[in-house]
């Protein structure tokens, strides 16, 4: 049993392994500027179910409304119409049971802090001893066990944005936030973490929704790619990504993703993919 100090969800029923672990129903979102201005719609008719253990991209230009999805399902923002059910409950249920680990782009990490109290901070959070192995097992997935006592500002971008992912994964939550995590990184460091991130993912099956606008680290991590158009920004396309895992750099040059990566961009180019 992976020691994450989670206490045992006592009268709880482990749900159905069929069971969604998101699912958004006809949500629409609206967000209201001023008293005297129509409110701005950004979000319509979105329907979307993410399945227990599926990784999702959420994949679309800037401005589309992929945060505003992710800050629903984090429970940050309400819908205007429609619902967002997490593990068959609404969002705050999950976020007070400690069962949602959320990785933003330029994630705050404790500045004072080490990288250690930085992954330890949501034992603390949810007053939970911290369980020293876990911590040790965390910044060696992320390959950072000899910077265990640094602080956020002796490491670089990319080191800062592997502790975010190691504090977001600390709890072994049951569903994971991640939004543009890799957003402010070089191309190099970027994909790099993506090939990281996909083993650690492929060894743990957490349930995963990756907003990007970044096609190709889509198509490498997820299991379906959602395209989106803004707007209001609604779901243009799916895409199944069936390759097996883990998927490494043998899979970065195949032709079968260059073919899916092209198709994905040219839709986002034109997201009527021809039809007017
Ligand atoms: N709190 C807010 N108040 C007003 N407008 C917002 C708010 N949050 C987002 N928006 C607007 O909603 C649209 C979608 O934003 P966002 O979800 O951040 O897009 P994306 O993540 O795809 O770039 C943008 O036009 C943005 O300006
Ligand atoms: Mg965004």
Redesign the pocket.
Known sequence: MVDNGRPPREGQEKPAADRAAVELRGVAKE?T?SRRREP?R?LDGIDLTIARGEFVALL????????????MIAGL?APTAGSVQVEGGAPSALIAQHRLGVAFQDSALLPWASAWDNIALPFRLAGRPVPEQRIRSLLETVGLEGFARARPKQLSGGMRQRISIARSMALDPDVLLL?EPFGALDAVTRRRLNLELGAVWAEQRTTTVL?T?DVAEAVLLADRVVV?T??P?SLAHVELIPAPRPRGEDFTRSHAFHEVVDRLVSLLDDPSGGRQ
């Open positions: 967000f500027l701005l950004v679309g230009p800037s401005g589309c409304g992929k945060s505003t999805v992710l800050r923002e939004d907003v606008h989106m803004g707007r920004g």
